[in-house]
């Protein structure tokens, strides 16, 4: 047994130390990584570049379907991340196969909530799987959204500022 969970252990951060040195701007397979962790559902590795700083924390979530998306209720998961040197990383694991869209804000100040001017624009950097941008609200579902149907996927998402 203390030899099973030294291997896994030696192969996580191995996983790991090589997940932090790839990059690519869309969703990618990721072959051969993880496949003792990989039982019960999907890996979804998700990574975040381009934060102005590291102050504060990162507010994410996933979502499963339109309307939840839509409505910003009943995220599947959720999280709330903490930044080194301008980037977060998120693993949710066990998500069956299918459609998700991820959204996040850095809450910079620490306050639980995404901070806007007198006109209601966010004055704290965000972002959309696929990198979407927003115009007048949020991008449709239909730009955000990905599938995961291979066992681990990456996504890298890019801090956006209005």
């Given at each position: 047994?203390?030899?099973?969970?030294?291997?896994?252990?030696?192969?996580?951060?191995?996983?790991?130390?090589?997940?932090?040195?790839?990059?690519?701007?869309s969703?990618?397979?990721?072959?051969?990584?993880?496949?003792?962790?990989?039982?019960?559902?999907?890996v979804?590795?998700?990574?975040?570049l381009?934060?102005?700083?590291?102050?504060?924390g990162?507010?994410?979530a996933?979502?499963?379907?339109?309307?939840?998306?839509?409505?910003?209720?009943?995220?599947?998961?959720?999280?709330?991340?903490?930044?080194?040197?301008?980037?977060s990383?998120?693993?949710?694991?066990?998500?069956?196969?299918?459609?998700?869209?991820v959204?996040?804000y850095?809450?910079?100040?620490?306050?639980?909530?995404?901070?806007?001017?007198?006109?209601?624009?966010?004055t704290?950097?965000f972002?959309?799987?696929?990198?979407?941008k927003?115009?007048?609200?949020?991008?449709?579902f239909?730009k955000?959204?990905?599938?995961?149907?291979?066992?681990?996927?990456?996504?890298?998402?890019?801090?956006?500022?209005?």
């Amino acid at each position: 047994m203390v030899v099973n969970m030294r291997k896994l252990l030696v192969g996580l951060v191995l996983g790991v130390l090589w997940l932090a040195h790839a990059s690519t701007a869309s969703p990618t397979r990721l072959e051969g990584a993880f496949p003792s962790l990989v039982t019960d559902g999907g890996v979804l590795y998700v990574r975040i570049l381009g934060l102005p700083s590291s102050a504060g924390g990162i507010k994410i979530a996933l979502y499963d379907s339109q309307d939840a998306y839509a409505h910003r209720r009943g995220s599947l998961r959720k999280a709330y991340l903490p930044i080194t040197n301008g980037a977060s990383e998120w693993i949710v694991d066990g998500l069956p196969p299918g459609e998700y869209a991820v959204m996040f804000y850095h809450d910079a100040n620490g306050n639980r909530g995404l901070d806007r001017n007198r006109l209601g624009l966010p004055t704290e950097s965000f972002g959309f799987s696929n990198d979407a941008k927003p115009r007048l609200g949020l991008p449709p579902f239909e730009k955000v959204k990905f599938s995961l149907s291979e066992p681990v996927m990456r996504i890298e998402l890019r801090a956006q500022a209005r």
